[in-house]
């Protein structure tokens, strides 16, 4: 049975998400329909490339992901499908795909080019599960769709590395549901740079010069629990998609804290790793 994700900035209030799974069911029936997620920030195109970048290889080969963000056709904003280590991808070409393309070479990319056989006043549903249900059933993307050879880049995905070596400047791409924030800085790209140097992370007036493998390494269980007064401290970590990532332990914006209400931050700003003389 073939699976099909969903990926979006519906919500869950509208009627667009269900519309969606109702249509890939009048066209296919023996189908399984996941949502990855449909609470992407509108619009917001770093932070659906992060999600469907660390959420796909967890499904089977020959899953077909849905991604419907910024999706309204147009001059600039074409439609593409891409076969990416055995998985098919149907999107805007406006960058989603970037993050996955820098460190996967995509088998095949098509832009889609059967708009003038459909309605497309909803593309993701007029074209999207179109393009998906033919794939499902075995189609090729040559059918669907013309080759093209690269996709449009996310603008400052890959951080900025001084002439020294001796700093990179990140941004923040991501902000998780803890208040966490993540950057743009892989932990292969960091210890490419640092070759083992001491360093200092700065975002606005914070500053950590210590990285944890885990967020619970900033607890010192040696003391009572009533004396370690670890819920809400900042630290610094390389999360679960190693990408580095500064949060606070067991945030929680309404009562202890996360890094987005304690230090200020939000999506896009700065985050500097300065690289120390020993």
């Known amino acids: 049975m ?31 329909i996941v949502d990855i997620s449909h609470s992407v920030s509108p619009f917001n195109i770093p932070e659906a490339a992060y999600i469907i970048q660390n959420a796909y290889s967890s499904f089977p080969k020959g899953t077909i992901h849905i991604i419907g963000i910024d999706s309204e056709i147009n001059e600039e ?18 960058g989603i795909m970037s993050m996955i393309c820098a460190e996967i070479a995509p088998e095949k990319i098509v832009e889609i080019n059967i708009h003038d056989k ?13 393009v998906a249900c033919h794939i499902a059933r075995g189609g090729t993307l040559d059918v669907i769709g013309k080759n093209i050879e ?14 020294e070596q001796s700093q990179i400047i990140g941004s923040v791409i991501y902000i998780d549901n803890y208040g966490n924030v993540v950057s743009n800085i892989k932990k292969k790209f960091f210890e490419d740079i640092q070759k083992g140097r001491p360093f200092e992370v ?3 007036n914070y500053k950590f010069k210590t990285i944890y493998t885990k967020y619970s390494d900033i607890v010192d269980f040696s003391l009572p629990e009533d004396k370690r007064f670890d819920e809400g401290r900042g630290l610094v970590v390389f999360n679960s998609s190693n990408y580095l990532e500064i949060a606070v332990y067991k945030s929680n914006s309404s009562t ?5 209400t304690l230090m200020g931050l939000e999506m896009r700003d700065t985050i500097t790793v300065n690289f120390l003389n020993e």
Request: hydrophobic share 45%.
């Open 2 to 32: 073939a699976i099909i994700t969903l990926t979006t900035d519906f919500g869950e209030k509208d009627h667009f998400a269900g519309a969606i799974k109702g249509a890939i069911y009048t066209e296919m029936t023996e189908v399984k």
């Open 77 to 94: 904003n074409k439609h593409i499908a891409i076969k990416l280590d055995d998985h098919y991808f149907i999107c805007a070409n406006n």
């Open 118 to 130: 459909l309605p497309t006043s909803f593309p993701v549903l007029d074209v999207f599960v179109k």
């Open 150 to 163: 690269s996709i449009k880049p996310i603008k400052n995905i890959i951080p900025f590395v001084n002439d």
């Open 202 to 204: 700065s975002a606005r």
């Open 256 to 260: 202890v804290g996360s890094a987005t």
